[in-house]
């Protein structure tokens, strides 16, 4: 079945550095492509999406290009910041079922 | 706007015991999910329901059961809790039944542990 897979955390950072979250997917067809943020005692909220490929999601600073060549739709930000920290979630959208699967999350520590 | 309202924000709760966890959308989305966030595994879908009067099956249902009476509420109910029912439980809904298209947004989360 689709399935995603993320780096493992926690990813720790200084601030003002260049950060990288790898993301590939498996999946029959072509999936959405979605950044999932969890700020500490929060639930989660869309950071960013593609929806095909070639597609370049991009909000707050944050990037991911959907590389269907390469499965992969990695997570960049050039400068992070310390209120960044948090947990980020990759996820594609199941085409069977139109259901989210979700990556098991990567933790992002940003330091002054 | 509240937006998703989950409660209660955290329950510790006994073996055997049935618990109902609440959550109310006031965006009038059609389509809400429950799902599980465990340590390691990611968010799983328990149930979800696409409009009002319809539920369906996720990746992890056994144990629980919900209901959509009407399109803002819907509540998880665990008949009989067991420890491994321990977990963070988000509710989310999104405006379309086209659920992998369509932004979904999540509650704040009720933290449950079941001894």
């Known amino acids: 079945g689709d399935s995603v897979t993320q780096m493992e955390g926690p990813v720790t950072l200084s601030e003002e550095a260049f950060l990288t979250i790898n993301c590939t997917y498996t999946?029959?067809?072509?999936?959405?492509l979605f950044w999932y943020v969890q700020y500490p005692g929060e639930g989660l909220q869309l950071l960013l999406k593609a929806t095909k490929a070639d597609d370049k999601g991009s909000n707050k600073g944050f990037e991911a290009t959907y590389r269907k060549e390469t499965t992969s739709f990695h997570l960049e930000k050039g400068s992070v910041q310390v209120s960044d920290s948090a947990v980020y979630f990759c996820a594609l959208s199941d085409l069977s079922n139109d259901k989210l699967i979700f990556g098991t999350g990567t933790r992002l520590q940003v330091f002054p | 706007i509240a937006g998703i309202t989950q409660a209660p924000t955290s329950q510790i709760l006994a073996a055997g015991r049935r618990m109902t966890l609440r959550c109310t959308q006031d965006m009038r989305h059609n389509a809400m999910y429950w799902y599980r966030q465990d340590l390691g595994l990611g968010l799983r879908l328990i149930h979800y329901?696409?409009?009002?009067?319809?539920?369906g099956k996720g990746e992890v249902p056994d144990g629980y059961s919900v209901s959509r009476a009407n399109t803002d509420d819907f509540p998880l109910t665990l008949a009989s809790a067991v420890p491994s029912q321990t977990s963070v439980y988000f509710c989310?809904?999104?405006?379309?039944?086209?659920?992998?298209?369509?932004?979904?947004?999540f509650g704040p989360g009720t933290r449950l542990t079941v001894l």
């Open positions: 329901s696409n409009t009002a009067g319809t539920t």
């Open positions: 989310a809904s999104s405006d379309s039944a086209e659920q992998g298209l369509d932004t979904q947004y």
């Open positions: 999946a029959t067809g072509y999936p959405s």
